[in-house]
């Protein structure tokens, strides 16, 4: 059962409770007149079969990468229509930009539509030290492709459709570079059917560069302590990457320590726009112009700093409508004593309202990396899951980890949304042990139509949290976007016919360093659906009547075109 901290619950009577109508500009369509059913999270991990502690070469010299890694990816690898589970392990040596040859691979996990996991076949080797990965179909074959980001060199695994991968890294000219990537999402920037690549650098990274706390004490460096790298735009040519960054205009503004990313139309114009989540610097929000190249206006958007003009330490975002007003928000995890941060939308616009979202108290005390956005009890509003971890060494919080790790633990938080923006924290048991938390996958993993989550940690094994609503089945539909080849439409938006308003974006990568289950999920009370799809192009199919209780794939050229 999810229950209010003490802290919150003196605001329950206070917060106002919206009409049907407005409710259903969210995620799930549901009656908010009505108290929103329970859901619960179950670790199912050990039940699962899952079964895997990552990699990260710690030797007490406070290596910067060692702390950084942590990626997860669910899709689906073996054409099954199960998610299966991918985990990037980071490495050996975070010192090196080339792992050993003793080092573990990257892990592959076959899922039965279940929730139970087993292992895949091994991957290809990793070619750096592992930090991120992101899911799609870059050679047009109908099979999801999975780019791995590192410090060090990144590389391409081409899925063959049956849960093995072909290592294509040199054949498509993937950087090799020694720069640190981080995340990573693709897109067809230029419209030319085919899935491009966007690649967020952190910094030049010193190893031997040793920095202090205030109590002089050996420390990790801060990102202003080291040059920020540039990030990537990789052009695809059809079997091979370009980088275009220069003629794409991504070279004309002072480059930032990227964390986390999100492409969308933000400005309302049709065309897919960058946004990025820096650490410690400004935030790049970069505008695509009709030629193709992109203009950054962070600061006249309103989101390079925060409301007080500072730049924050931006780890992992993600844009959602969170306030139901039918304009996706963005929502970015900070460091402690810092808030997190939602800028609110208006218009070509956004606006700092994380104290008027009841933000301040309730995410200062943490370290947040990675973020979930998804509808856990349903009750009409999408809320944020978020995996909590120090860079800082603080008070141990009863973590069963070694010293020093036990001083970078923090529990996990749970923001449930009351359906006007508002959040209020909530405990729920398998987010209250104290671990060195990263990245947050979602997806629907035991075929209940509602998604899961699957969190990364530094030292610790990975979990699977289920998530247990009380809705009955019959009230959901999941529509599985494609394009005609049957790779998943990515940028492709979704919405109801009865609710025009509640827009959906199909996007997979997510939060930071991961990739998550790209289906649209809906809840309906209704007794039939009727879907329509705006692709990335423009056009537009209807697809319906649609019954609940099902998932629906909505392939391009099968839907009545409009």
Known sequence: ????????????????????????????????????????????????GLRFVPEVGATGRFDLPEIMSGGAALFDANGDGALDLLLVNAGEDPRSATPSRSASPN????????????AAPPLPAARGYGMGVAVADFNGDGFEDCYLTARGPDSLLLGRGDGTFEDA??????????????????????GDGDLDLFVVRYLTYDPDLICHDGA?????????????????????????????????????????????VVIEDLDGDGDEDLFIANDGHANHLWIRSADGRYEERAVLAGVAFNQHGHAEAGMGVVAGDLDGDGRDDLFLTHLQEET???????????????????????????????????????DGAPDLVIANGKVRLGEPQGSLLPAPWNAL???????????????????EAPLREARVSRGI???????????DLVRTHVLSPAQVLLVRPSAPLSERLVADVREATGAVALGARV??????????????????????????????????????VRWADGTEERFGPLAPGQAHRLQRGQGEAQ
Do not use: K
Request: charge should be negative; hydrophobic fraction near 35%.
């Open 409 to 427: 633990a923090e529990p996990d938080s749970l923001l449930s949304n009351r359906g006007d923006g508002r959040f209020v924290a909530l405990s």
């Open 107 to 118: 892990a592959l996990f076959f899922g039965d539509g279940r929730g139970g996991l087993r």
């Open 1 to 48: 059962m999810l229950r209010p901290l003490p802290s919150t619950r003196a605001l329950e009577g206070q917060l106002p409770r919206l009409p049907w109508a407005a409710c259903g500009l969210a995620l799930w369509v549901t009656s908010c007149g009505e108290a929103p059913p329970e859901a619960r999270l179950v670790d199912a991990t050990q039940a699962s």
């Open 495 to 532: 919405w109801d016919e009865a609710q025009p308003a509640a827009v959906r974006t199909v996007r997979a990568n997510s939060g930071y360093l991961c990739a998550s289950d790209p289906r649209v999920l809906f809840a309906q009370r209704s007794t039939e659906v009727t879907l329509r």
């Open 216 to 260: 002089g004490r050996p420390s990790y460096c801060p990102p202003q302590s080291s040059p920020p790298e540039p990030d990537l735009l990789l052009r695809n040519d059809g079997d091979r990457f370009t980088d275009i960054s220069v003629e794409a205009g991504l070279r004309t503004a002072p480059p930032g320590p990227g964390l986390g």
């Open 169 to 190: 890294t040199e054949a498509w000219g993937v950087p090799q570079d020694e720069g640190w990537s981080c995340s990573a999402a693709a897109f067809d920037h230029d």
């Open 340 to 378: 997190h941060t939602l800028y609110r939308r208006s218009g070509r616009s956004w606006r700092d309202g994380t104290a008027q979202a009841g933000l301040v108290e309730t995410t200062m005390a943490h370290t947040g990396f990675g973020v979930g956005l998804l509808d856990l009890e349903p």
């Open 441 to 451: 996958a979602t997806g629907d993993l035991d075929g209940d139509l509602v998604p």
